[in-house]
C-alpha cells in the first residue's frame, strides 16, 4: 500500500529564511512524486516532479525539492520565502508498478511572516 | 493555458438527493480523476476513468457513486441519496496518460448537504 506523511501539520518562516515542508513516503516499488500547492478556495496547482534522474529537482516559483531515497523523503524547499508562499501544500505519490491514482499527504500550512 | 473547468463552483442539497457535478478535462487529456477533500483533511483518491470506462476506484467509491463522460467534452461525477458526509471539495483531475505525468486540477466544486 502506499502512503504519505506529512509531519508537520504547520510550518511558520520569515520571509527571506529558507523554507522547508517535509514529506516521506512509502511504496513497494519505485515512486513518482510530486508537490502540489493550493491557495485558498482554489484547486491543486502543480510545483515539481520526481520521476528519474537528478534527485534534486527544480519547480515552480523558484521551488525545489530533494529525492533521497535511502531516507525516502522528499522534502520541498526554497532558499528565500515570499509572504505570497502561504499557502497549503501537498505532496503525492504514485508507485510506478501500480496504477494511475496519487496518494496525497495530508497537507502542510505554510505560513510567511512579514 | 489550459485548464480544467468544473461547475458549479458550490452546490447545495437536501440530504437523500442526487447530485451530478461536471467537470470539461484538458481536451487532449486521456485519463480522468475525481477526488474529494473533506473540510479540513487530506486529498482523497475516488476514481480514474480512461477510454469510457472505470480504471481504478477506491473503497469510498461505493454504489452511491458515478461517473460518466457522456459527450467527449464533460466528465461527470454523479452521488445518488446523498448524505451528510458527502459534504465536501470534490474535485475533478486530467492527465495525458503515461504514469509519470501531473495531474492538472479544477477549481473544485464545494458540496453542501444539509
Known amino acids: 500500500a502506499q502512503s504519505v506523511a506529512q509531519p508537520e501539520d504547520q510550518v511558520n518562516v520569515a520571509e527571506g529564511n529558507p523554507l522547508t515542508v517535509k514529506c516521506t513516503y512509502s511504496v513497494s516499488g519505485n515512486p513518482y512524486l510530486f508537490w502540489y500547492v493550493q491557495y485558498p478556495n482554489r484547486g491543486l496547482q502543480f510545483l515539481l516532479k520526481?520521476?528519474?534522474?537528478?534527485?534534486l529537482v527544480k519547480g515552480s516559483y523558484g521551488f525545489e525539492a530533494e529525492f533521497n531515497k535511502s531516507q525516502t523523503s522528499f522534502h520541498l524547499k526554497k532558499p528565500s520565502a515570499l509572504v505570497s508562499d502561504s499557502a497549503l501544500y501537498f505532496c503525492?505519490?504514485?508507485?510506478?508498478?501500480?496504477?494511475?491514482?496519487?496518494?496525497f499527504g495530508p497537507g502542510t500550512r505554510l505560513s510567511v511572516l512579514p | 493555458e489550459p485548464e480544467v473547468t468544473q461547475t458549479p463552483s458550490h452546490q447545495v442539497t437536501q440530504m437523500g438527493q442526487e447530485v451530478i457535478l461536471r467537470c470539461v478535462p484538458i481536451?487532449?487529456?486521456?485519463?480522468f480523476y475525481w477526488y474529494r477533500q473533506i473540510l479540513g483533511q487530506k486529498v482523497e483518491f475516488l476514481v480514474s476513468?480512461?477510454?469510457?470506462?472505470?480504471?481504478?476506484k477506491s473503497e469510498i467509491f461505493d454504489d452511491q457513486f458515478s461517473v460518466e463522460r457522456p459527450d467527449g467534452s464533460n466528465f461527470t461525477l454523479k452521488i445518488r441519496s446523498t448524505k451528510l458526509e458527502d459534504s465536501a471539495m470534490y474535485f475533478c483531475?486530467?492527465?495525458?496518460?503515461?504514469?509519470?505525468?501531473?495531474?492538472?486540477f479544477g477549481p473544485g466544486t464545494r458540496l453542501t448537504v444539509l
Open positions: 476513468f480512461y477510454n469510457n470506462e472505470i480504471s481504478e
Open positions: 520526481y520521476i528519474t534522474g537528478d534527485n
Open positions: 483531475a486530467s492527465t495525458e496518460g503515461s504514469t509519470y505525468n501531473e495531474q492538472f
Open positions: 481536451s487532449n487529456h486521456l485519463y
Open positions: 503525492a505519490v504514485r508507485d510506478r508498478n501500480y496504477g494511475q491514482n496519487f496518494v
